[in-house]
């Protein structure tokens, strides 16, 4: 598979200054030879060029050359930059595939450089992550992926585990070496203890970070006219729903997404919860108890100048979950430790309340972290086999123990793909970008 020349665009497709066709594999060097004024190619270069389909010159282009080893996918690997427009970019591509060059596969580039030994999959992970990074904090993760971070991360728990599944087959495969440490339960258990809270530790991270890279899903909730939907204006700086001081305006769920400094909140301005006989309006209580269950955090908006029983019963009702209360109207009445106006759009103290309230989970964003949904998921497998180990170790045999500690193993090589397995790796690689 990997004795093929594969090619793409690389950049966005639509009109831009300049336009990136890529190729990787062995004949890289002999099709750029056809198509342009180049005779002899020296590695790690940029020539002056033209592209040329049977002597007709289709445009002006600098090429770019890397040798097998040094390149992104340790293979011959040919760069073109040509003139961005949709149509010239184009005809390149087709140029390269009428000479030989197969069309790659979304992610193909950064495949081969996984095959070919250059970057390990979590690596590959964080190329894709910081492709696809909307926010500083994703970026800066995805960052810290590429240089390693995954692998130094489980690198001290895979070491571990190494050596006490080797030193219980050494046990098991040669058990007249009396001299060799026996690995008795009593031994193999506090191991166990340590390497579970170790991957317990790594998945709580990988969690809260999660919260803070992709935006806490937040409700705006409260009784009818405290002023939720200000609220959502309020953070959302326009006015996106619709205020009135007539309890019951808002029926459907209305959505915004804001970054306050470094946190990004995904918000939902709900129905005003109360008892109610008015269809609409019923429905809209319910898909707002339904966003309820689903959020990272409830912002919970008192109009200060009016508590009342209601609000105390959804305060109780909700003071088990992620719950912060927010008393507005502060032109009226000032009320708690978050107190607002936000009709004014005198909002800070939330916003300050907020950043300050997750900046442990912020400064996540400088330690090394599982990065995505795969590791994590992976992380979780491996957790589960140790858990079971622990619960069984007394009753099974020492064949067996080793079996669930090598499970467990393998689910940390698999984070960082050292066990191959083809299906797996199609998968992930397929949500790349074309020409990546
Ligand atoms: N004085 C004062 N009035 C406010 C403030 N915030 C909102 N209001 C007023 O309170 C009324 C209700 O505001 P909304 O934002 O529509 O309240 P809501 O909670 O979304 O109401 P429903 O959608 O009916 O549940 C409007 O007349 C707002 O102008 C504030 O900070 N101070
Ligand atoms: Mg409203």
Redesign the pocket.
């Known amino acids: 598979m990997l004795n093929d020349t594969i090619c793409a665009i690389s950049t966005a497709l639509k009109d831009g200054a300049i336009s990136i066709v890529r190729m990787s594999g062995p004949e890289s060097f002999d099709i750029i030879k056809k198509i342009s004024e180049v005779k002899t190619i020296k590695p790690n270069t940029i020539v002056y060029s033209h592209i040329k389909d049977e002597g007709q010159i289709i445009d002006e282009v600098l090429i770019s050359f890397f040798a097998a080893g040094k390149s992104y996918t340790r293979e011959d690997m040919v760069e073109i930059n040509c003139h961005g427009g949709v149509f010239v970019t184009r005809l390149i591509l087709n140029l390269l595939l009428k000479n030989g060059c197969r069309l790659a596969e979304p992610g193909e580039f950064t495949k081969r450089a996984y095959l070919n030994g250059r970057i390990d999959l979590a690596r590959a992970d964080s190329i894709n992550d910081l492709i696809k990074a909307g926010n500083l904090v994703q970026a800066k993760s995805a960052i810290r992926g590429m240089s390693g971070s995954i692998e130094r991360l489980i690198e001290p728990l895979m070491g571990q585990m190494k050596d006490v599944i080797s030193m219980i087959e050494v046990n098991i495969d040669y058990p007249e070496y009396e001299d060799e440490r026996q690995m008795s339960n009593d031994i193999i258990k506090p191991y166990l203890q340590k390497w579970i809270a170790m991957a317990e530790e790594m998945i709580d991270k990988a969690e809260r970070f999660r919260v803070i890279k992709d935006g806490l899903d937040t409700v705006?909730i409260?009784?009818?006219?405290?002023?939720?939907?200000?609220?959502?204006?309020?953070l959302l700086e326009k006015d996106k729903?619709?205020?009135?001081?007539?309890?019951?305006?808002?029926?459907d769920l209305v959505e915004g997404k804001v970054s306050l400094k470094n946190i990004t909140l995904n918000l939902i301005?709900?129905?005003?919860?109360?008892e109610t006989k008015e269809e609409i309006e019923k429905i809209g209580i319910e898909k707002t108890i339904e966003a309820i269950d689903q959020a990272d955090l409830i912002i919970l908006?008192l109009?200060a100048?009016n508590i009342d029983e209601e609000d105390k019963e959804l305060m109780e009702r909700y003071k088990d979950r992620n719950t912060i209360i927010v008393y507005?109207?502060?032109?009226?009445q000032k009320g708690g430790e978050i107190s607002?106006?936000?009709?004014?759009k005198?909002i800070s103290s939330l916003t300050d309340y907020l950043n300050e309230r997750y900046k442990d989970d912020l400064s996540l964003a400088d330690e090394d972290i599982l990065n995505n949904e795969r590791q994590i998921a992976l992380m979780k497998l491996c957790l589960e086999d140790l858990k079971q180990t622990y619960r069984h170790i007394d009753y099974d045999t020492t064949d067996i123990i080793v079996t669930d500690l090598d499970s467990a193993y393998h689910h940390l090589c698999e984070i960082l793909g050292k066990e191959y397995q083809e299906d797996l790796i199609d998968h992930m690689f397929r949500n790349f970008c074309l020409g990546k």
């Open positions: 705006i409260g009784k009818p006219n405290v002023g939720k939907s200000s609220l959502l204006n309020a729903a619709i205020v009135t001081d007539i309890a019951g305006t808002t029926r301005d709900t129905a005003g919860i109360r908006v109009d100048s507005n109207k502060s032109d009226l607002i106006s936000a009709r004014n005198d």
